[in-house]
């Protein structure tokens, strides 16, 4: 009997537990896991990948992360923590310089477009074309990042599922040639372009962010087929990973202008004139968000969730909030001279005489740039200038006139005082030797935002890096027209000159070397100088390794005042190699393209290496 | 009482611990020195220093990745290493053939490997001579290899044995289209004003077509009184 019960009771529990396997009580939604069925249906979720994905689009230097590359090159050098002195001392480049291969990122895209189109039910057509059109966008530009960099790279567009056979070989593909990536990109922006919506915005993709897109690629691509082939041998692959005919550049040059054209003839865009004082008008550009019709593509950031350390980490020495760093990029005399003066002379900054007999004394700091291109000032915090309202203070010591020549005096530390009274050295230096202390003479003012405290670590900065602005697509126009040989070209660069301060019409003429010396100007520390001097093939020649090429070395500008003798109080400047840079810039034929990372080889045996790997 | 125990047995056991650790992570560095020299007809080839790189891999570890081996303004290179087998591999961009063969390489103590390649052009009975201020290279240049044109030739004039077309006081040139193989070439250069020692040193270097890296002589040191 006591047997039976047992069994009753075992059968009773047996039967519940199968009656439960029928309902759905062990079928539950994970509560940690979203859904794909959730995430695609939901426009806000959507929403915020799409956030995350522009977040990971790589910029070669930008305000966070690699901003440090600025000072690479020859329009900037590295003034500050003594660590990174290895910069101012490499005697080549790296062959990773500006590696990326994120492929991470291409598959995150992939899988969101087929998830919309596998998943989404709730939304409409129009919604889904427009998420789609976007992550397409987003691809195109990382691809974009990558060709520039890299070269040619494999084209994945969609994702790649390991069947676990233990052959992976399906799955390998090889590298696209390098004029397939640019067509690609150009292709991509054409069929999205209509489907884009987001009329107005700065941060996500709309059509004349994707013709912005298309225009520069294709200037990219246009130059490419024409500069690399008009080299004595040219930088190629025998598959066209690396290389572009030379039968591409008309098609290519005119697929930019179209697209420049598109964005100019639209109105929606005009160069920012919102302050009369066009130096500061210029700074406004990167500083001011409101009234600001010139940008185009931004990655913006907003106090208090998105920010960034560019201003505490390069505020010019004197005027820093914090305690603690400043001055890392500091800009070099040789782009300061590249400012042409507003009559049309070249740049070059007059401290000696003619025949070079005496210095020119001038009676305030910023004298010796009077007349300069007004970008300058927006650009550069030269000696003599106020940044926030307050004087930068760059004096590097005073010359004493003892009868027949002058004694150097420099101080030890910044911030002193000369036995007359006067200051000795400013409070911004320069300093030959200390860190954090400009060694050029030269602060950033470009970039650096003029709120209060943003420079300090408990506010930081939250003003925009901008991808592509309406000067930006003036100059591709212009360089597409030229290279057409198509008339008025120079009108474009003429009209970004007059707001600079030079008068009307001031260029008759447009020619490569112009040209190259407008973007430089218009475009510092946007990114574009390295990638510039690559696609025209001039890097090579310009940073050549020869310590007497000027290009390769980085020139200082240091401030002096003129202790007793008949030009007592005045001001005179020594112009010298900055005292902590070292070795030439040498930018190598191999540098042209970024060695494939090892591992991507490793991992893919079709992947063939770039030139002089 | 309890808890003494356990804590001790606790301590003494992490302690024990730790010291099989410092074992186990403690490699000693690499003790044996791989040397050599590039080489065209057992001669050195001279390069631009800290510009040039040889590749070393070497197979069956995890992690693969090369190690850079600079070559030196001589030709000649060396690195520390640990014994055991290496492939070498020369790179390309180079001022001579590209040659993608690797050469095994075995290390066992002190090894000396000596790489041989083709240079594109080779610099012979360079002499030189001053004349006040004035210093003239004579040389003759040939060709090795039919792969690549010449681009030009240069004489280098340094404060220090390492010159070439990075460190120089001064330099002249001469473009391929003025230059005959096989035949004396002549180059002259002036010495800077501002050059105040009491020596030199001078350097011919051969630029190849498509190639950034110069070939260049030894540098040879002379005397100015």
Redesign the interface.
């Known amino acids: 009997m006591k047997k039976d019960i047992q069994y009753y009771s075992i059968i009773a529990l047996l039967s519940v537990i199968l009656v439960s396997c029928h309902g759905d009580w062990l079928d539950r939604n994970p509560k940690t896991i979203i859904m794909e069925e959730q995430v695609w249906n939901d426009p806000k979720q959507i929403v915020g990948l799409l956030a995350n994905f522009y977040n990971r689009l790589p910029v070669f230097t930008g305000l966070e992360g690699n901003w440090r590359d600025m000072t690479m090159f020859d329009d900037a050098m590295w003034s500050g923590y003594s660590g990174e002195e290895w910069r101012n001392q490499m005697s080549s480049y790296g062959n990773n310089l500006g590696e990326i291969w994120d492929y991470g990122l291409v598959r995150d895209i992939n899988l969101s477009l087929e998830g919309i189109d596998e998943y989404s039910t709730a939304l409409n057509e129009s919604e889904k074309n427009l998420y789609k059109a976007e992550l397409r966008f987003i691809r195109a530009y990382y691809y974009f990042e990558m060709v520039r960099r890299m070269g040619g790279i494999p084209l994945i567009t969609e994702q790649l599922v390991y069947d676990f056979s233990g052959d992976p070989t399906y799955l390998q593909h090889p590298r696209a040639t390098e004029a397939a990536v640019y067509e690609f990109i150009a292709n991509e922006m054409d069929e999205i372009k209509d489907q884009l919506g987001n009329e107005g915005s700065t941060t996500r993709a709309n059509e004349f962010i994707a013709l912005a897109l298309k225009s520069r690629a294709m200037l990219y691509a246009a130059s490419l087929a024409k500069y690399n082939n008009l080299m004595a041998v040219p930088v190629t692959t025998p598959g066209g990973e690396v290389g572009i005919p030379a039968s591409k550049i008309e098609e290519y040059y005119r697929a930019s202008l179209d697209a420049s054209l598109e964005i100019i003839n639209s109105g929606k865009y005009s160069l920012y004139r919102g302050n009369p004082h066009l130096g500061e008008n210029y700074y406004e550009i990167f500083d001011k968000k409101t009234g600001n019709n010139e940008v185009i593509w931004v990655k913006d950031y907003k106090a208090p969730d998105k920010r960034h350390w560019f201003s505490y980490d390069n505020i010019a020495r004197g005027l820093r909030e914090d305690n603690l760093a400043s001055s890392c990029v500091t800009p070099s005399l040789n782009l300061v001279e590249s400012y042409p003066y507003l009559d049309g002379t070249a740049g070059t900054l007059k401290n000696r005489t003619s025949d070079n007999s005496d210095y020119i004394y001038y009676d305030d700091l910023s004298d010796i740039y009077a007349n300069k291109d007004w970008r300058l000032y927006g650009t550069v915090l030269f000696s003599g200038a106020s940044f926030k309202g307050l004087s930068a203070g760059i004096q590097a010591g005073v010359k004493v006139w003892n009868g027949t020549s002058y004694n150097t005096i420099e101080g030890e530390d910044i911030g002193t005082m000369y036995t007359d009274g006067g200051v000795l050295v400013g409070n911004s230096g320069p300093h030959r030797s200390m860190q954090e202390v400009s060694n050029t003479g030269f602060y950033l003012r470009k970039l650096i935002q003029s709120g209060a405290g943003t420079s300090t670590r408990g506010i930081l900065s939250d003003n925009w890096w901008i991808h592509f602005r309406l000067a930006e697509i003036y100059l591709n126009a212009a360089e597409a027209m030229m290279e057409l040989g198509l008339p008025d070209a120079v009108r474009y660069v003429n009209e970004l000159r007059e707001r600079a301060g030079h008068p009307a019409n001031s260029l008759s003429d447009l020619n490569l070397d112009i040209l190259m010396n407008e973007r430089r100007i218009e475009l510092a520390f946007e990114d574009h100088r390295y990638f510039d001097l690559k696609r025209w093939r001039k890097a090579h020649t310009v940073w050549n390794g020869d310590a007497n090429n000027p290009n390769t070395m980085i020139y200082a500008l240091y401030p002096y005042r003129v202790v007793g003798g008949p030009n007592d109080g005045k001001y005179v400047f020594d112009k010298m190699i900055a005292p902590r840079f070292r070795n030439p810039r040498y930018f190598q034929l191999a540098n042209y393209y970024t060695f494939i990372p090892q591992h991507a080889r490793d991992n893919n045996p079709k992947i063939v290496p770039n030139p002089f790997q | 009482m309890k808890t003494k125990i356990f804590l001790t047995t606790y301590i003494s056991a992490i302690l024990l611990l730790l010291l099989f650790s410092c074992e186990k992570d403690n490699f000693s560095a690499p003790e044996s020195m791989l040397s050599g020299k590039i080489t065209y007809n057992d001669e050195s080839i001279g390069v631009?220093?800290?510009?040039l790189q040889l590749e070393l891999w070497q197979h069956g570890y995890q992690n693969?990745?090369?190690i850079p081996v600079h070559i030196d303004q001589d030709g000649t290179f060396s690195a520390m290493l640990f014994d055991g087998n290496y492939k070498l591999v020369r790179?390309?961009?180079a001022p001579w053939e590209n040659n993608t063969d690797s050469i095994d390489v075995v290390v066992k103590g002190n090894t000396v490997v000596d790489v041989p390649v083709v240079p594109y052009f080779t610099i012979s009975n360079a002499a030189y001579s001053r004349n006040a201020k004035q210093i003239t290279a004579t040389f003759t240049v040939n060709r090795v290899s039919n792969q690549?044109?010449l681009?030009a030739v240069r004489l280098f004039l340094g404060r220090t044995i390492i010159t070439d077309?990075?460190?120089?006081?001064a330099?002249a040139e001469k473009p391929a289209s003025e230059v005959t193989l096989g035949t004396t070439v002549t180059l002259t250069v002036t010495i800077p004003d501002s050059h105040t020692e009491k020596f030199l040193y001078a350097r011919i270097g051969v630029e190849t077509?498509?190639?950034?890296?110069l070939l260049y002589s030894p540098s040879e040191k002379i005397q100015l009184d």
């Not at chain 2, 631009?48 to 510009?51: G, K, L, M, V, W």
């Not at chain 2, 077309?165 to 006081?169: A, E, M, T, V």
């Not at chain 2, 077509?209 to 890296?213: F, L, S, T, V, Y």
């Open positions: 631009r220093s800290n510009a693969f990745t090369k790179m390309n961009g690549r044109e681009r077309n990075g460190y120089n006081i330099s077509e498509g190639i950034g890296q």
